[in-house]
């Protein structure tokens, strides 16, 4: 059975701070994974989506990697701006499960001014 | 936002009782989840549909049904709702299967007391 985890579940930094969230998932068949934006009471925003194939993807200030072979992928955000907090949620599709999607709990994010 | 939106957004009902909870797209995508959000849990799976009539179950489905008469509409139906179904419910759509869910609704929070 795939399983996703984040871990913190809760993150406060300080504006401007560079930052990494994790996300680790227990199957490395992985088809892809892709990283979700939910900001309170709001649906989920689509940031990044990594294929297997490939090992980053980027855009803006974002920065999300895939290390299928550990498990393992993370989402790095620049220059991090009060605007950013959010709960960053993390979700993985399996080749044995296509249709599905897994996610992580999610891990909430604040950026102090 | 893409054209998807989700009745009611908020419902209170009582034990026992019936709910339908409705999702309508207008981006005529063809497929079409529910998932149910809990603190500590992410996003889980309840049913997914690949095309009209078209359904299968997610990981967390008893109790629940589904039907998808239109490209347009995926109905959820807690057939005898109960205190553990208290939840946000969350519709996505996706054009594709080998895209993770493209657009997601803004959620129904629904209180079953």
């Known amino acids: 059975k795939q399983e996703v985890t984040q871990i913190p579940a809760a993150l406060s930094v300080p504006e401007g701070e560079n930052l990494v969230l994790n996300c680790s998932f227990t199957?490395?068949?992985?088809?892809?994974l892709q990283w979700f934006r939910q900001d309170p009471g709001k649906g989920l925003t689509s940031l990044l989506l990594?294929?297997?194939?490939?090992r980053e993807q980027t855009s803006g200030r974002l920065n999300a990697s895939l290390d299928k072979s550990s498990g393992r992928s993370t989402l790095y955000i620049a220059a991090s701006q009060p605007g950013d907090s959010a709960t960053y949620l993390c979700?993985?599709?399996?080749?044995?499960?296509?249709?599905?999607?897994?996610f992580g709990p999610g891990t909430s994010l604040s950026v102090i001014p | 936002d893409a054209g998807i939106t989700q009745s009611p957004r908020h419902k209170v009902t009582e034990t026992g009782t019936p709910v339908t909870l409705r999702c309508h797209q207008t981006?005529?995508?063809?497929?079409m989840y529910w998932y149910r959000q809990d603190p500590g849990h992410g996003l889980r799976l309840i049913h997914y549909?690949?095309?009209?009539?078209?359904?299968d179950k997610g990981e967390v489905s008893d109790g629940y049904s589904v039907s998808r008469s239109k490209t347009e509409d995926f109905l959820l139906t807690l057939e005898s709702a109960t205190s553990s179904q208290t939840s946000v419910y969350f519709c996505?759509?996706?054009?594709?299967?080998?895209?993770?869910?493209?657009?997601f609704g803004q959620g129904t929070r629904l209180t079953v007391v």
């Open positions: 979700a993985g599709r399996w080749e044995t499960s296509y249709d599905k999607v897994i």
């Open positions: 981006e005529n995508h063809r497929y």
């Open positions: 996505a759509i996706s054009e594709r299967a080998v895209t993770v869910e493209a657009f």
């Open positions: 549909s690949y095309g009209v009539k078209d359904t």
């Open positions: 199957d490395s068949a992985i088809y892809n």
């Open positions: 990594i294929q297997s194939s490939q």
